[in-house]
């Protein structure tokens, strides 16, 4: 793993969106897997920016969502798939046939987890852009998770339960998750780990300068040395 620190968020989500467009002219047909939440959403509003001018053409890639709340859908507010699509999906114009995302209200999560299994088996996951949690999660992998696992339901941690009340305009009692799992995540073919803000600034050292281990689930990201970790001043201002 790579750390990366910019003076600001601006430079880091240009040079997040300059290795997009590099991803895209290599292979018009990429497969991007995005997170939800605040910290992809600066770089989602730049490639807006260049959807509208024209500059990249989106029309091929395929979209991937890579986690969800159990319980919720696109009609609740913040929920992943609201984020994903109001943020992203539909400012960009995607069809609904470029776009794979869990379905939290599922009444059969086991096929949930069997379809994405099968999209990311059969596609492959050439970029992915990830945030991190405070307690060091990876899409909704918590601590001392099981990292051999693909797509799968999680038990939520407290802390996670507590922060992710910050999406939601009315309370919830959401215990449980679904998200991609590790095993895929490490054979995409481009992995950013993106963190911004002091918020950030604890579980950033916290990531470098620990031994991989499941209990810091983002520090098994460091299995990949290429692998870039990029964050701002103030993500980045105690390493
Ligand atoms: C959400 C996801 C999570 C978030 C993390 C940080 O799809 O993958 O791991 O990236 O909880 O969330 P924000 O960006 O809202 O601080």
């Not at 069997?114 to 999660?137: A, K, P, T, W, Y």
């Not at 305009?169 to 911004?196: E, N, R």
């Not at 983002?218 to 103030?234: G, I, P, Q, S």
Request: hydrophobic share 40%; glycine share 6%; net charge neutral.
């Amino acid at each position: 793993m790579n750390l990366k620190k910019f003076d600001s968020e601006s430079e880091l989500v240009d040079r997040i969106v300059s290795t997009i467009k590099q991803v895209i002219k290599n292979k018009p047909d990429a497969v991007l897997c995005f997170a939800c939440g605040e910290t992809p959403r600066p770089v989602m509003n730049r490639l807006v920016e260049l959807r509208n001018a024209g500059v990249v053409d989106f029309s091929r890639v395929r979209l991937l969502g890579l986690d969800e709340w159990i319980g919720v859908d696109r009609s609740t507010n913040g929920s992943c798939a609201q984020m994903l699509y109001d943020d992203f999906f539909t400012p960009m114009r995607f069809r609904e046939d470029q776009i794979s995302i869990f379905n939290g209200l599922s009444e059969c999560l086991n096929n949930e987890i069997s379809r994405m299994n099968q999209i990311v088996s059969e596609l492959g996951i050439d970029f992915v852009l990830l945030g991190i949690g405070l307690n060091g999660h990876i899409g909704l992998n918590e601590p001392n998770f099981n990292p051999k696992r693909n797509a799968n339901i999680v038990d939520l941690s407290e802390i996670t339960q507590k922060v992710m009340t910050k999406y939601f305009d009315k309370s919830v009692h959401i215990s449980k998750g679904i998200t991609l799992g590790f095993k895929q995540l490490l054979k995409a073919k481009k992995i950013i780990l993106m963190a911004t803000g002091e918020r950030k600034s604890e579980i950033v050292k916290e990531v470098v300068e620990s031994e991989p281990s499941i209990t810091i689930p983002a520090t098994l990201l460091k299995e990949r040395k290429d692998v870039l970790f990029m964050v701002d001043k103030e993500a980045g201002k105690m390493v």
